[in-house]
């Protein structure tokens, strides 16, 4: 991959107010759809599966994982809804709960990612430092990890995870206790916990270079219209790590008014296809 060039020094990132604080808001419908579109596509899952539309039912999970922890969960995570606390904190608790994960202990393991990356007590940057095939390995015990992590360490949030962790288990034990009566649920389970294996992957090996000297080039810049449709316009990692108030739905905007100053810091961008 391509890595960041850094004059020295390079210039600050500009301020939010000089961005433009529009970009820290979302409107009534689009904070509808990010809380709603979860438990519709677990409806949408169970109806195509009902019937054994099995393809469809698959790719439904899938995008269901995408959103949730990639956008939504990760908006609730950095509570940029606009919700109040307390229905911020339901929202992620219960949409994590859908994919067999606690919410609080991502949210307290991706702030500490934010405050920590690249040092070595990063659980979740972790992965940036491993090889191809060991980070691959990692997905497969990433969440409970996270868990255990989460739950040893003294918090006000403590409970709470213990909780997600007991919901988390005991909404496993029915997907499969039902198994003989009806396998969607199981399968569900199934799918819902591989779709996860690939997390590090996504979040810590691909975007970040735990090598880089500053916020600048300890995180790619990822550019190109093949990368935006494969991505689901969800690739502005560096943007995010930059500006982690600006909730998802902005974040194609926020890239095109930094596109100025990535030139600037002589910031290049990794290309894929065109």
């Not at 009566?181 to 996504?202: C, D, E, H, K, R």
Request: aromatic fraction near 12%; charge should be neutral.
């Amino acid at each position: 991959m391509a890595e960041v060039d850094e004059p020295s020094p390079a210039p600050p990132p500009p301020s939010l107010a000089d961005l433009g604080l529009d970009l820290l808001h979302i409107n009534q419908f689009q904070r509808a759809m990010a809380l709603v579109m979860p438990f519709a596509l677990v409806a949408l899952y169970i109806t195509l599966a009902h019937f054994r539309f099995w393809p469809l039912a698959v790719l439904t999970l899938m995008y269901l994982s995408f959103v949730t922890y990639g956008s939504i969960s990760h908006d609730l995570v950095h509570r940029t809804l606009g919700l109040s606390r307390a229905w911020n904190d339901f929202f992620l608790s219960a949409i994590e709960l859908l994919a067999f994960r606690s919410g609080h202990a991502y949210r307290l393991a991706h702030l500490h990612h934010h405050a920590r990356f690249p040092h070595d007590d990063d659980i979740e940057g972790a992965a940036a430092k491993m090889s191809l095939i060991r980070t691959l390995a990692e997905g497969m015990i990433f969440q409970p990890k996270i868990m255990i992590w989460a739950a040893k360490r003294h918090h006000r949030e403590h409970p709470i995870v213990l909780i997600e962790i007991i919901l988390v288990l005991s909404w496993l034990c029915f997907c499969f206790a039902i198994a003989r009566q009806t396998p969607i649920f199981a399968v569900y389970a199934v799918l819902m916990i591989m779709g996860s294996w690939i997390i590090p992957l996504i979040t810590s090996y691909l975007p970040h270079n735990p090598d880089g000297r500053s916020a600048l080039s300890q995180t790619r810049l990822f550019r190109g219209k093949v990368a935006s449709l494969v991505a689901m316009e969800h690739l502005y990692h560096l943007e995010h790590h930059l500006y982690p108030a600006v909730p998802h739905h902005n974040w194609a905007k926020l890239a095109r008014r930094l596109d100025p100053y990535f030139n600037e810091a002589g910031v290049k961008p990794v290309v894929l296809g065109f």
